[in-house]
């Protein structure tokens, strides 16, 4: 016999309802079950929240609060999401077929609901836009960083795609700035074992087996500044900030490394310079290659380039001076 699998209501402004089941038990009404499951949410907001219609039964028709209830009977309320800081920058929506959905997200925007951020957050903006209640991030990058992120859109080929990072085999490239620093020998490989630290916030490389590994190199500097390109195999927490980091070149505007800056100091005008570039793999139901580009750039590299052309030019006109007749 085939399993159960029944269909929620539809999103509201991109969110989800919540599910909950009647167990056995004896209430007068909805009002007193859900007061009772929900024993950290006082009375009056359940009171409210059914008021404006925030509990649906399973063809999405509104429960009262004096509706009597049955066991098993299944239930679905919309969370009370409080007022969120509004994140000003935009995602974009890169490549989409009915699997996958490839997206450019931008700098501070989280990937999915976590601590205050529910509906600014590009899961819950894709599925707003998209009219989808289906989608899920196939993988994740920081918050503080920007690129290509892919998304399911089907449950039924969800896992051939997740299976794809859980064995390492699509190719990852971000580009990050950092302190210049011509003594190091590049390009190099940072193969080490990457830990939580003193703070849960931040990792750290300690002693034991590599659990890490990232081949770096530089693109492109000036006296002070460079493009670094990196390509991580593994996908530890914050384990290109912890490399850079552990190199002596953090990665500019970076607020968790070498120092943890305080909450809510994030400042828009000074985004963390990583980029996830691109990423590349064979397709694992067409079998085809695949490849998808940020179109964003790190906003620091611009004065890196400035100031390379002014050198450029500079050698140029030495140059053409040394050569003129006497």
């Given at each position: 016999?085939?399993?159960?699998?029944?269909?929620p209501?539809?999103?509201?402004?991109?969110?989800?309802?919540s599910?909950?089941v009647?167990?056995?038990g004896e209430?007068?009404?909805?009002?007193?079950?859900?007061?009772?499951?929900?024993?950290?949410?006082?009375?009056?907001?359940?009171?409210?929240?059914?008021?404006?219609?925030d509990?649906?039964?399973e063809?999405?028709s509104?429960?009262?609060?004096d509706?009597?209830?049955?066991?098993?009977?299944?239930?679905?309320y919309?969370?009370?999401?409080?007022q969120?800081?509004h994140?000003?920058f935009?995602?974009?929506?890169?490549?989409?077929?009915?699997d996958?959905?490839?997206?450019?997200?931008?700098?501070?925007l989280?990937?999915?609901?976590?601590?205050?951020?529910?509906?600014?957050?590009?899961?819950?903006?894709?599925?707003?836009?998209l009219?989808?209640?289906?989608?899920?991030p196939?993988h994740?990058?920081?918050?503080?960083?920007?690129g290509?992120?892919?998304?399911?859109?089907?449950?039924?080929?969800?896992?051939a795609?997740?299976?794809?990072?859980?064995?390492?085999?699509?190719?990852k490239?971000y580009h990050?700035?950092?302190?210049?620093?011509?003594?190091?020998?590049w390009?190099l490989?940072?193969?080490?074992?990457?830990?939580v630290?003193?703070?849960?916030?931040?990792?750290?490389?300690?002693?034991?087996?590599?659990?890490?590994?990232?081949?770096?190199?530089?693109?492109?500097?000036?006296?002070?500044?460079?493009?670094?390109?990196?390509k991580?195999?593994?996908?530890?927490?914050?384990q290109?900030?912890?490399h850079?980091?552990?190199?002596?070149l953090?990665?500019?505007?970076?607020?968790?490394?070498p120092?943890?800056t305080?909450?809510?100091s994030q400042?828009?005008a000074?985004?963390?310079?990583?980029?996830?570039?691109?990423?590349?793999?064979?397709?694992?139901?067409?079998?085809?290659?695949?490849?998808?580009?940020?179109?964003?750039?790190?906003?620091?590299?611009?004065?890196?380039?400035?100031?390379?052309?002014?050198?450029?030019?500079?050698?140029?006109?030495?140059h053409?001076?040394?050569?003129?007749?006497?």
């Open positions: 016999m085939a399993r159960y699998r029944p269909n209501p539809p999103p509201r402004d991109g969110l989800n309802p599910c909950v009647v167990p056995a209430w007068a009404t909805a009002l007193d079950f859900f007061d009772w499951r929900f024993d950290k949410v006082a009375r009056s907001d359940w009171v409210q929240r059914f008021a404006v219609g509990v649906v039964d063809d999405g509104v429960v009262r609060a509706t009597v209830l049955q066991k098993g009977q299944r239930l679905y919309y969370r009370d999401v409080p969120e800081p994140i000003p935009q995602e974009r929506i890169l490549y989409q077929d009915e996958l959905l490839v997206v450019d997200k931008p700098h501070f989280p990937v999915i609901p976590s601590g205050k951020y529910v509906r600014e957050t590009l899961l819950v903006r894709l599925g707003k836009t009219g989808s209640t289906t989608l899920a196939i994740r990058i920081d918050r503080d960083t920007a290509i992120v892919l998304f399911s859109r089907r449950p039924a080929t969800r896992n795609y997740a299976a794809l990072f859980r064995d390492h085999v699509v190719q490239t990050a700035i950092a302190r210049w620093n011509p003594d190091v020998p390009p490989q940072r193969h080490t074992r990457i830990a630290s003193g703070h849960f916030m931040q990792q750290a490389e300690v002693d034991g087996p590599p659990n890490a590994l990232t081949t770096i190199r530089p693109l492109l500097h000036d006296d002070a500044l460079a493009l670094y390109e990196l991580p195999v593994n996908g530890q927490r914050h290109l900030r912890v850079m980091n552990a190199l002596g953090p990665i500019l505007n970076d607020g968790i490394y120092v943890l305080p909450e809510g400042n828009f000074k985004p963390l310079q990583l980029l996830a570039q691109s990423i590349a793999f064979t397709d694992p139901l067409s079998g085809a290659p695949r490849r998808f580009e940020s179109t964003l750039q790190l906003s620091e590299l611009a004065t890196i380039q400035a100031h390379e052309a002014a050198h450029e030019a500079a050698m140029l006109q030495s053409s001076t040394a050569h003129e007749p006497a």
